[in-house]
């Protein structure tokens, strides 16, 4: 692949990060009150955020949340290692969150169309790509549920993405400081999938097994 460049040879992705990048400078002249309060308070996020790097889903745009509202882990898939599994990151993140910022509230957003749910289904090359083969490997149990279920082709993905979040909400189970959290009542874990063709958020309701409008469920 040719990077692309002007006239001048300057790579015009640099390029555009860059003039991104000045207009921030501007914004942050202008709310500079603002982030001086953040860079000197300790955060206090609202919610932990797992959802897939997909750099169509954003989450802070999704929730217009500000600045020091969410932490987020961002990964292929919006994958939740069960724990103990060969994988640290995201556990370690969840532990944070939890242990050290008190957050109370977990959303695991999965979207339609997601790649790494798709990629599954694909030949991944064992050698130039096996750490991702690894990786989409935690996909598995939801692509193997789906086609036991007999699920008609042109459906399966969005059945298989809408599973896989049911999975990663029992993943998240499998730690500690989450089940005794949940248990207790001082932790909820919440299933969101993100439509990207409406823009409409749906949710799953783990006691009904029901997915319905974000809209339409209460706030609690």
Known sequence: ???????????????????????????????????????????????????????????????????????????????????GADEDSVGAAIEYALGHLGIDDIVVCGHTGCGGIQALLEPIPPGAEAHLGRWVDYTRPAHDLIRAAGI????????????????????????????????????????????METGEVIVYNRASGEWRALVEQPAG
Not at 52 to 77: H, K, W
Not at 160 to 175: E, S
């Open 1 to 83: 692949m040719t990077t692309k460049t002007n006239a001048e040879g300057i790579d015009l992705d640099i390029k555009d990060a860059m003039e991104g990048y000045e207009r921030f400078r501007q914004r942050f002249g202008r709310d500079k009150a603002f982030y001086s309060r953040l860079a000197q308070a300790k955060q206090k996020p609202k919610l932990l955020w797992i959802g897939c790097c997909d750099s169509r889903v954003v989450p802070s745009q999704i929730t217009s949340a500000d600045p020091g509202e969410l932490f987020e882990i961002r990964n292929i898939a919006n994958c939740v290692p069960p724990c």
């Open 152 to 195: 008609e082709p042109e459906d399966m993905l969005m059945a298989t993405v809408a599973a896989h979040i049911q999975f990663q909400l029992d993943n998240l189970m499998t730690y500690d400081i989450v089940r005794k959290g949940v248990e207790e009542g001082r932790v909820g874990i919440h299933g969101w999938l993100y439509e």
